[in-house]
């Protein structure tokens, strides 16, 4: 099997199971979740250098999720990649439970950063990136943040840090879905013209369909971009993309699908096999 074909079945697989997680549990961010998919199938797939076998191992890449709330697509990518069985996913959102709605990396293998509060994610791929760079380690740092998310004002002081010390091992990816909680973006603070904004913080900046795996996965393996450059993915995304009924539709940043919702989107999502 081609390393496309691989990553598209682990973000089919990915889609199914966060939403039958979050149909079961009663609660999550499923338009966020499918959103982030084929992002997620890509690094893991084919462009992030982790041993499920071995997750803590000294020079592994680092993936962190910014945008913590879309846990249940990150679980299930960890799941569907052998971090941890995938039954244990019928844990999420229980109390007590290792899969909690943010994730949190003392609970679970893969999990490098408990995140959730938006901005907090690329200030710590930051600091990763400057001790690898300290170092003289190969690691590298990928960080996914939400569109909105970029209204936090401290992702924009992670982004001055990241350019003043040259992080070219640093590797920004903004789910840009247009919607955020309650709204599109440009109606609630306006993000746009957001490729020439980071690279006026000094970032080298790629543009690319963020459901293209091919073009995804060409683009990863470009980075970094420009020498002494810290690396921005801009990934052109739609928020529940894969099911006709929530794609692009605001009130799926948290809604919960039905019974007979969820047996309609995994009828559309087709391909009820596993990734492995």
Same mark, same amino acid.
């Given at each position: 099997?081609?390393?496309?074909?691989?990553?598209?079945?682990?973000?089919?697989?990915?889609?199914r199971?966060?939403?039958?997680?979050?149909?079961?549990?009663?609660?999550?961010?499923?338009?966020?979740?499918?959103?982030?998919?084929?992002?997620?199938?890509?690094?893991?797939?084919?462009?992030?250098?982790?041993?499920p076998?071995?997750?803590?191992?000294?020079?592994?890449?680092?993936?962190?999720?910014?945008k913590?709330?879309?846990?249940?697509?990150?679980?299930?990518?960890?799941?569907?990649?052998g971090?941890?069985p995938?039954?244990?996913?019928?844990?999420?959102?229980k109390?007590?439970?290792?899969?909690?709605?943010?994730?949190?990396?003392?609970?679970?293998?893969?999990?490098?950063?408990? @995140? $959730?509060?938006?901005?907090?994610?690329?200030?710590?791929?930051?600091? *990763? !990136?400057? &001790? =690898?760079?300290?170092? #003289?380690?190969?690691w590298?740092?990928?960080?996914? @943040? $939400?569109?909105?998310?970029?209204?936090?004002?401290?992702?924009?002081? *992670? !982004?001055m &840090? =990241?350019?003043?010390? #040259?992080?070219?091992?640093?590797?920004?990816?903004?789910?840009?879905?247009?919607?955020?909680?309650?709204?599109?973006?440009?109606?609630?603070?306006?993000?746009?013209?957001?490729?020439?904004?980071?690279?006026?913080f000094?970032?080298?900046?790629?543009?690319?369909?963020?459901?293209?795996?091919?073009?995804?996965?060409?683009?990863?393996r470009?980075?970094?971009?420009?020498?002494?450059?810290?690396?921005?993915?801009?990934?052109?995304?739609?928020?529940?993309?894969?099911?006709?009924?929530?794609?692009?539709?605001?009130?799926?940043?948290h809604?919960?699908?039905?019974?007979?919702?969820?047996?309609?989107?995994l009828?559309?999502?087709?391909?009820?096999?596993?990734?492995?």
């Open positions: 099997m081609s390393i496309n074909m691989q990553a598209d079945r682990l973000a089919r697989a990915v889609r199971a966060s939403l039958t997680m979050v149909h079961a549990a009663g609660l999550g961010h499923p338009g966020g979740d499918l959103s982030a998919a084929d992002v997620l199938a890509v690094l893991y797939a084919s462009i992030l250098n982790v041993d076998g071995d997750p803590t191992r000294p020079d592994r890449d680092r993936f962190i999720l910014s913590g709330h879309c846990s249940g697509a990150l679980y299930a990518t960890l799941a569907e990649c971090f941890f995938r039954e244990w996913l019928a844990d999420y959102m109390p007590l439970s290792r899969f909690s709605g943010h994730p949190d990396r003392n609970k679970l293998p893969g999990i490098e950063a408990n @995140t $959730g509060p938006l901005g907090h994610g690329l200030p710590i791929g930051v600091g *990763a !990136a400057k &001790a =690898a760079q300290i170092t #003289g380690s190969s590298r740092v990928f960080v996914m @943040t $939400g569109d909105g998310e970029l209204q936090e004002g401290s992702n924009w002081e *992670a !982004a &840090a =990241a350019s003043t010390f #040259g992080l070219d091992n640093l590797t920004v990816i903004v789910d840009r879905n247009g919607l955020q909680q309650g709204d599109r973006t440009e109606l609630t603070v306006q993000l746009e013209p957001l490729a020439e904004r980071w690279r006026a000094g970032w080298a900046v790629r543009e690319v369909d963020g459901h293209d795996i091919a073009a995804l996965t060409r683009t990863f470009s980075a970094p971009f420009e020498a002494g450059k810290p690396n921005c993915v801009i990934a052109r995304t739609r928020k529940g993309r894969g099911v006709s009924f929530i794609e692009d539709r605001v009130e799926w940043h809604r919960v699908p039905t019974a007979q919702e969820l047996a309609a989107a009828t559309e999502l087709g391909g009820g096999e596993t990734a492995a």
